[in-house]
């Protein structure tokens, strides 16, 4: 366990060390809760440069989604439902719980894998409960690497998330999200956040942001990326950002 830690530790480090000198500062956006609504969903694909679409399973418009935004090159993740804790609000019919056995888990990951076609990696919907649990978040791990060796993104619902430390441990690519552009709607917060992104993408070498496909969000990223690059930054795909 003691090296399990060590290793945590290092991926910890390379993902958060300072910015080298002449080095491009990067940022990678996924937006999540993509599957339901068309027209923000093709918005959402329209963004400009590779940000990521992170696509609810057995939602109405995933197939089609997925396929369009591979179609366009950007890179698809299936967003994975699991528990969370507290009172469970979550509409999703597929979710990863705690009371799954592990032939549950399995089949229930396998049918969402299949319903978002041209995923590439898996990040959290919600998971507060569920993603501290080292158990699950093993058999998570083990179900990437049985399907073609899959990245994961950590929402980081939780700060007692164990997901990185069990990927870094069993050899999963795999990173976590530094800023929520969207906690609410508001111009301001969006405005903010954003900036944050920038401000831990100069100071680490490197960010992951999470939003969602509103009306206000998408504003705002359609006007401030074309603009990220004569600002000294560079916008990647989030695959570029994971490590083992």
């Known amino acids: 366990m003691t090296s399990a830690k060590a290793l945590l530790a290092a991926v910890l480090v390379a993902l958060s060390a300072p910015l080298a ?29 590779p940000v990521a679409c992170a696509i609810l399973p057995g939602t109405p418009r995933a197939r089609y989604l997925a396929n369009v935004a591979n179609a366009q090159g950007k890179e698809v993740l299936l967003h994975l439902p699991m528990q969370a804790v507290g009172p469970e609000t979550s509409v999703e019919a597929t979710r990863m719980t705690l009371d799954m056995s592990r032939s549950s888990f399995a089949a229930t990951f396998a049918a969402a894998f299949d319903s978002v076609p041209h995923a590439i990696g898996i990040n959290n919907h919600r998971g507060s409960l569920l993603t501290r649990h080292p158990g699950h978040m093993q ?12 990245f994961f993104v950590d929402s980081f619902t939780t700060a007692e998330s164990v997901a990185l430390q069990i990927a870094s441990e069993l050899g999963v690519q795999a990173t976590r999200r530094d800023v929520f552009l969207d906690p609410d709607k508001t111009s301001l917060t969006l405005r903010r956040e954003f900036e944050r992104l920038k401000t831990v993408a100069r100071k680490r070498g490197s960010a992951v942001a999470i939003g969602h496909p509103y009306e206000s969000t998408l504003a705002l990223l359609e006007r401030e990326l ?8 560079d916008l990647v795909p989030v695959s570029e950002l994971v490590a083992n």
């Open 226 to 233: 074309p603009r990220l690059a004569e600002q000294g930054f």
């Open 139 to 150: 058999w998570l791990m083990e179900e990437l690497l049985e399907h073609d060796g899959l």
């Open 21 to 49: 000198a002449g080095q491009i500062p990067r940022i990678a956006i996924i937006i999540d809760d993509l599957g339901y609504e068309l027209l923000a969903g093709e918005r959402t694909i329209a963004l400009p440069g």
